[in-house]
């Protein structure tokens, strides 16, 4: 027998013994049959779930954001550690020296928060308070010191729920000269009162002469 004959009984030997061909799935049906399959929930049980998928993701960019800093830096990890240090000690200074941020009073309050005191009291209690190293509440008492005494001297007239901007405003009328060191003197209260700022002693200093000054002025004569 030739290799021609040999071909053809290898041939009819893999074709099935009723002669039929074999079936074939084209391959677009074969894919989406695959693709039905593994769409099943049993295929997918142990998954994880939408949230852990997208904190690996969270995870995944923050170490290719370090990584891609650490080799842009100088030193590389070691320079990125550095660089990091530095801005965590800048952080922390500014916040020792700021204080806890809080949020600015959208309105200024009252002056006087108590019930009425004279200005000799609220001289005694800031001078008490900046005994303390009471900083700020020395400030906000020789403020109202300084609005007291002239309410005392009738140069403003008693009003309650003054504030500290009005009672400067009123005052410079009366004042004029004293105009600029009122108004300062009002930012000042308003900013360690509303604005989370710190009282420190070369503010309560400028008042304490503030109001050393105007206990000695006389008011200009009305117009």
């Known amino acids: 027998m030739g290799t021609g004959?040999?071909?053809?009984?290898?041939?009819?030997?893999?074709?099935?013994?009723?002669?039929?061909?074999?079936?074939?799935?084209?391959?677009?049906?074969?894919?989406?049959a695959a693709e039905r399959e593994l769409s099943k929930p049993a295929y997918h049980q142990h998954d994880p779930g939408l949230l852990q998928r997208a904190l690996d993701r969270l995870w995944e960019w923050i170490s290719g954001f370090f990584d891609r800093a650490a080799t842009a830096t100088p030193g590389g990890g070691l320079g990125l550690l550095a660089v990091a240090l530095l801005i965590a000690l800048a952080v922390?200074?500014?916040?020792?020296?700021?204080?806890?941020?809080?949020?600015?009073?959208?309105?200024?309050?009252?002056?006087?928060?108590?019930?009425?005191?004279?200005?000799?009291?609220?001289?005694?209690?800031a001078e008490a308070h900046a005994a303390a190293g009471r900083w700020t509440e020395a400030v906000q008492e020789r403020m109202r010191a300084v609005v007291r005494a002239l309410e005392e001297?009738?140069?403003?007239?008693?009003?309650?729920?003054?504030?500290?901007?009005?009672?400067?405003?009123?005052?410079?009328?009366?004042?004029?000269?004293?105009?600029?060191?009122?108004?300062?003197?009002?930012?000042?209260?308003?900013?360690v009162t509303y604005g989370g700022r710190p009282g420190d002693p070369e503010a309560y200093t400028r008042l304490r002469a503030l109001d050393d000054t105007l206990t000695h002025t006389k008011p200009a004569a009305p117009r």
């Open 5 to 32: 004959g040999l071909i053809v009984t290898g041939a009819a030997a893999l074709l099935p013994r009723d002669g039929t061909p074999p079936v074939t799935t084209p391959r677009d049906a074969a894919r989406e």
């Open 92 to 125: 922390a200074a500014l916040w020792w020296r700021l204080g806890t941020p809080r949020r600015w009073s959208t309105t200024a309050g009252a002056l006087f928060d108590r019930g009425p005191r004279s200005a000799a009291d609220h001289r005694a209690a």
């Open 153 to 191: 001297r009738t140069l403003l007239d008693p009003r309650p729920g003054r504030t500290a901007d009005e009672a400067a405003a009123e005052a410079a009328a009366s004042l004029p000269a004293h105009a600029a060191d009122l108004h300062a003197a009002a930012r000042a209260f308003d900013e």
